[in-house]
């Protein structure tokens, strides 16, 4: 039995049935998808009902889910999805911020750990927000309200706005400034350029950069395409390949760290052929 980590699939039906041949899932294998099930592709109801019927999954939500989950609530609110789709968004409704696997200790998440959090921590925060996701009463001030861009971390914050904090670390977070706040602007690589300009003012440091060691062994996350699946670091793994811009789909066996890739243009070349 094996446990398997998939990245950011981004509504590409065809590129997530390609990746699952590639993985060949036996009895007992388990799927964890990093997040960004959805968004940009061209089937984000059919990747849903795809992996509903996957025996054995687990869920990280990305914040294109999230996007996902405000953009149909009224719809999903007053039954005017149809059987199958209310059924994807409760998947969605289902899912995690954070999965913790204790056999390799490994934590994954879409973006990112605040720094200085511990794994109990870390879980705390995520369930704080799962719960309120499954709330029918809370579910449409939710989807008003977690859109924000607070960009630090205070265990004292209450209410929306610590809501939209944890939100922002889990499925928004790449870079630190040297004020240790988030910045929402910054998409490229892992090394920037020196400041130029006012929107990045301050020096930026990739997240997973600003400790030695964090409370797991290792922590896999998506999210981020332009570091192209690579972060320098072993305990730190990324496994989101830009699959949607025209990369690669990525995923990883979580006990043995094998890699698999389907590359956008292979995927591109079937979709023509079928």
Known sequence: MSDYIIGD???????????LEKLSLGAGDTVFFIGDLVGKGEDDWGVLDFVDKIPSRQIILGNHDLHFLKTHQAAYRTNKLTE?????????????????????DTL????????????????????????????????????????GDEADWDEKRIGWKRVRSII????RMRMLNDSKNM???????LVPELPTSDTHAERLTA??????????????????????????????????GGFVYG????????????RYSVKHEEVKNIRRSS
Request: glycine fraction near 10%.
């Open 9 to 19: 699939v981004h509504g590409s039906l065809s590129g997530l049935i390609c990746i």
């Open 108 to 147: 994954m998440v879409h973006a990112g750990v605040w720094p200085g959090w511990s794994l109990a921590k870390a879980l705390a925060y995520a369930a704080e927000v799962e719960a309120i996701l499954k709330d029918d009463a809370l579910l449409k001030d939710f989807c008003e309200a977690f859109y």
């Open 183 to 189: 910045d929402f602007a910054y998409t490229g690589p």
């Open 207 to 240: 997240w997973f950069n600003w400790q030695e060691q964090w409370p797991c062994k290792k922590i896999v996350f998506g999210h981020w395409a332009r570091l192209n699946g690579q972060t320098g670091r072993q305990d730190i793994i990324n496994i989101d």
């Open 168 to 171: 922002n670390i889990f499925t």
């Open 84 to 104: 199958g789709q209310q059924r994807g968004y409760d998947l969605l409704r289902a899912a995690s911020l954070a999965k913790w696997q204790a056999k390799t």
């Open 247 to 258: 990369g690669e789909l990525l995923a990883i066996n979580c006990d043995t760290g094998q």
